[in-house]
């Protein structure tokens, strides 16, 4: 129904190519790759399983990776946040989900007046935009201008006793690589669907991805129990369609309206 015209890109054009006047698709080569369609200040992507390329009649099953080939493939997609607040600061982890597209935990931003995002590669950014978040389900969505590695989204569902890592900067410790297992596929938390999980995450892990055995982001890192051992959490990944990014906002903007909160919170 959108009378604007459709602008169409797709995450990786190693995998597919598209024409972004017609959202005619071409693919190239087997893998996932998301497709998204823009008009009018809405936005909306859809995952896409190449099993064989317009090339190829062959289709090819998803391969299961070692640790060093997790690593391998998903670090350099992975980054290090920093957030500047009144009086301290919050580090956090974060993935890319497409180019300049970086996504982590809402709490690790929570109140920013500065957010600086490192690559894997060591290049530190500012971020002036934030696409999108929300607070109930501790999600935001920021944006950088780089192109970089991404990390292409679980389709198969979670099943308990799965092999599952973390990655991310657990007390400022870049690039850290745990292991473990599913323990629970669903915990249900106020309205958010939790993945309990036995790999190890600290304070820093947060907004971290939680991968698969097939190099796949299923989960965000997001919290431990203290007082239980190995209890251990991430927001499924699925809940990041339920994040709006029609209206987009600057840091600077970000941070007059927190500031504009607290400051009618401290006077009621």
Known sequence: GMKDKITWSVSDDSIAVINRSTGELKTIAIGKVKVT???????????????????????????????????????????????????????????????GVVVTNYHVIEGAKKIEITTHEGTTYNVDTILGYDKNID????????????????????????????????????????????????????????????????????????INNYGEVMGINTMTIVEGQNLNFAINISELDRIKTESPISVSEYSKINSSTNTTNNSE
């Not at 009018?40 to 099953?61: P, Q």
């Not at 991310?168 to 473990?180: E, M």
């Open 37 to 99: 369609a823009q008009a009018g200040g809405k936005k909306k992507t859809y995952n896409l399983e190449v099993k064989a390329s317009n090339d190829d009649n062959k289709t090819e099953e998803l391969k299961e990776l070692s640790a060093k080939e997790i690593y391998s493939k998903c670090a350099p997609a992975t980054v290090e946040i920093i957030a500047s607040l009144s009086n301290t600061i919050s580090q956090g982890s974060g993935f890319f989900i497409s180019n």
């Open 139 to 210: 999600i935001a969505i920021l944006s950088i201008p780089s192109s970089n590695s991404v990390l292409t989204t679980n389709q198969n569902g979670v099943s308990v006793g799965e092999k599952v890592y973390a990655l991310g900067s657990p007390l400022g410790l870049t690039g850290t690589l745990t292991d473990g297992i599913v323990s629970a596929a669903s915990r249900k938390d106020n309205g958010v669907d939790y993945i309990q999980i036995t790999a190890a995450i600290s304070s820093g892990n947060s907004g971290g991805p939680l």
